[in-house]
């Protein structure tokens, strides 16, 4: 239930490794590894776990993770979909030690100090997406120092955010890590039913008073709060990818009351439901995802 420990190849013609994962879906594969890791979306929506965090995807976002930062990223299968995305993966010293120390990569090795909570880079100017993007085709050399200048200029940019909040860094106590990822795993499993306090304190046997200081310590946020992120994201979800009611969407991502998904919806997303559809659909998909709620409203009230 923990994550998986990964560590990546690394060919023999160089210090660190570039490729392009190419899935008609990403699964569910929580794991982490002691590689930094800068990952690029070139195809695909879907989901990103990262620590504490979850949040949508979509092409274009490029994500700086830190050493031992657990995180996946998931998709859900389409007709003719694929999922794609160039990674990166390298360790602090893949050019040598003390590298990043020199003054002139002062603002890099900033940079790479602060991805303990990982970075997300939504807007890239186009010449540097495509640069990464091209990373796995070029020669060992030239795909270095393209590295380098993209890390380079993402320090300077100021354009990008931090992903976990700041109640989550990779914890160093390897017990309190496993707890919090054995629940974690649970709770994507099981979040759009029903979960109670006492049901996951005894997942990794606690009680439910010691779990709720522990989780809130460790996590950074409540048991509740954390459901709620899990369940706002699945709704999201179903609202770019199905033409469901909004009523449906709210129970099949955990919420009984319609009332209180919106409430949590609007307080999560700064949109509404039905909002948050017409802005990430094509306008006549849109149109006809309203009609069918529409239709429902009428036929709740004949």
């Not at 629940?183 to 049901?199: D, F």
């Not at 439910?208 to 899990?230: E, Y």
Request: with cysteine; hydrophobic share 35%; net charge positive.
């Amino acid at each position: 239930m923990k994550p998986r420990f990964e560590q990546p190849g690394v060919p023999s013609d160089t210090t660190w490794t570039s490729f392009v994962r190419r899935e008609q879906a990403y699964d569910f594969g929580w794991h982490f590894h002691r590689e930094y890791e800068l990952t690029l979306i070139t195809r695909g929506c879907g989901m990103r776990y990262v620590g504490t965090t979850i949040e949508p995807y979509r092409p274009g976002d490029l994500v700086l993770l830190g050493p031992d930062l657990p995180h996946t990223f998931t998709s859900v299968a389409r007709p003719g979909g694929v999922s794609e995305a160039v990674v990166a993966q390298f360790r602090e010293d893949f050019l040598g030690p003390g590298f990043f120390a020199l003054p002139q990569f002062r603002d890099v090795a900033a940079l790479l100090a602060s991805a303990t909570r990982g970075w997300l880079f939504a807007r890239l100017p186009e010449a540097l997406r495509q640069s990464l993007a091209a990373l796995p085709s070029l020669d060992p050399a030239m795909r270095t120092t393209a590295l380098l200048a993209a890390l380079h200029q993402l320090a300077g940019s100021g354009a990008g955010r931090p992903i976990t909040g700041p109640g989550y860094t990779p914890a160093p106590d390897t017990g309190v890590r496993d707890r919090v990822d054995r629940v974690c795993r649970y709770l994507q499993e099981v979040h759009t039913r029903p979960v109670g306090l006492a049901e996951v304190a005894e997942l990794v046997h606690m009680s439910p008073t010691s779990f709720s200081r522990f989780f809130r310590r460790a996590m950074g946020r409540t048991l509740t709060d954390h459901v709620n992120q899990l369940r706002v994201q699945t709704a999201c979800r179903l609202l770019e990818t199905t033409e469901l009611p909004v009523t449906e969407v709210a129970a099949r991502s955990g919420y009984q009351n319609l009332s209180n998904f919106n409430r949590r919806f609007l307080e999560l997303t700064r949109t509404r439901p039905r909002d948050y559809r017409t802005a990430h659909w094509p306008d006549g998909i849109a149109r006809g995802a309203r009609s069918s709620e529409s239709d429902v409203r009428v036929s709740r009230r004949s």
